[in-house]
């Protein structure tokens, strides 16, 4: 029987036929954010939106308008719609490439903030992949600068490389250049490429032996979290909440990914009770051996059992409190496992351990990534530094989601859906996280 990748490519041949440069194949961390918005009722993507105050008055609109269309013009991912068509998921690539650059206005008793949210929540999924908004907010002196892109047609790598890209197109001296015709379409050459050969790895991972090994590690798996209820939400709130920390740095640097796996451990225990198994999803991977550097979305998700009995799961974990930063041996063993099977597409991983009987339909009860502070250079205008900040309250994809960023600190960040968790319960969980992270040195505070 073929995989799951060799009938999607299959399908993608029939269909583009001679349009193959304007209708590209997705990989399959691209098939799962199509069919994750498929199943949502409002169609909604999932969106990665960076946010930057800059000085009052500082940004000039029309020559940040020219800089996004280069942008655009420079990198397939960026122009291109994700969609399906005729049942297959494909990249659509316009002929003309454009970026969007909106100033949303603000409503009666509205602050910048809501009018962020609400330009958010409208995403058009027929529209390209990066689109830029700009809102003032006169009450700070402060411009609000928000590049938004689609998940689907972008990967985590790919963000420091957009921030540099946009503030070096900014200040071209030549606000109208526009790329050359021969630079887009090489570069299309080289994402198609780039697609193709992930692709082929993907086809290469599918065997017998990884369907079994992912059908065993999994075979436990329920989603445990409640289902969502706007009625949990509190009248006036926001659909999510949020916290943050920051935490000094471990002695031995920052903390291993298994030292993290085992710090949610203690998080998921709090969310979800003990003695369960919690799939908790997070990007790995690269991009495919010889492939040009191009902007895309080719990290796999990958999904770690989480156990939250004490002394449950791959391995006993560190405990609360004990700041080893390293992660148990079983767990870390336990990852290094996964990650040889890491090219397996998340579909085809799913439909394994729905063979083996298990009743897990691919949700994920908790979402983990982690970022290395250096690779996130500022945004620069014509020389000024923007102030990177947050916009909360913006709807959450699953139950909880945890951003860790390492550095000369680590910083944490959680956000969570009202309608799945309550305040009480997710501070809680952030608390014992938090703690399960500090450095175990009774010196440090």
């Known amino acids: 029987m073929l995989s799951i990748t060799s009938q999607y490519l299959a399908r993608y041949r029939r269909l583009a036929g001679d349009r193959s440069d304007t209708l590209l194949p997705v990989t399959g961390a691209q098939r799962r954010f199509v069919l994750v918005r498929s199943l949502d009722p409002s169609g909604r993507p999932d969106l990665v939106p960076m946010f930057f105050a800059f000085p009052y008055g500082t940004i000039d609109p029309e020559r940040l308008r020219a800089a996004a269309r280069r942008l655009a013009a420079r990198h397939t991912a960026l122009r291109s719609r994700v969609g399906v068509v005729r049942g297959t998921p494909v990249l659509s690539v316009p002929a003309d490439p454009d970026a969007v650059v909106t100033r949303p206005d603000l409503l009666p008793g509205e602050s910048p903030a809501d009018a962020i949210r609400r330009a958010l929540a409208s995403w058009d999924a027929q529209g390209p ?84 090994y992912w059908a065993d590690r999994l075979r436990a798996l329920d989603t445990h979290a409640p289902a969502p209820s706007p009625a949990r939400v509190p009248e006036g709130a926001r659909p999510s909440g949020a ?52 902007i895309g979305c080719f990290l796999n998700t990958l999904v770690f059992p989480v156990g939250t009995g004490r002394g449950s799961g791959p391995g006993p974990g560190p405990g609360p409190g004990t700041g080893t930063g390293t992660g148990s041996e079983g767990t870390a063993d336990a990852w290094w496992d996964d990650l040889d099977r890491a090219d397996v597409p998340f579909d085809a991983v799913v439909t394994a351990v729905r063979s083996a009987g298990s009743r897990w339909t691919g949700g994920l009860d908790g979402l983990l990534t982690v970022d290395d502070d250096t690779r996130r250079p500022p945004l620069k205008l014509a020389g000024v530094e923007g102030r990177e900040i947050h916009v909360d309250g913006r709807p959450v994809r699953a139950p909880f989601a945890l951003s860790v960023t390492q550095g000369a600190e680590i910083r944490l960040r959680m956000v969570w859906d009202r309608a799945v968790l309550g305040d009480e319960t997710a501070h809680r969980a952030f608390d014992a996280l938090t703690h399960a992270l500090r450095p175990s040195d009774p010196t440090v505070r």
């Open 129 to 212: 992949a990066m689109r830029i908004l700009l809102v003032s907010d006169e009450e700070r002196e402060e411009d609000i600068l928000a590049v938004v892109l689609d998940h689907a047609a972008c990967d985590g790598r790919s963000l420091a490389r957009i921030v540099d890209e946009l503030g070096a197109a900014y200040d071209e001296d030549d606000p109208a250049a526009t790329a050359a015709p021969e630079e887009t379409h090489a570069e299309l050459a080289a994402y198609r490429d780039a697609v193709l050969g992930q692709l082929a790895a993907e086809e290469r991972a599918e065997t017998p032996e990884a369907a079994a």
């Open 243 to 294: 916290a943050q920390a920051r935490l000094p740095a471990h002695d031995g640097g920052g903390v291993s990914f298994p030292g993290l796996l085992d710090a949610c451990r203690s998080a998921t225990r709090e969310l979800y009770g003990t003695d369960r198994t919690v799939p908790l999803g997070y990007p790995w991977g690269g991009r495919p051996a010889g492939a040009e550097p191009v």
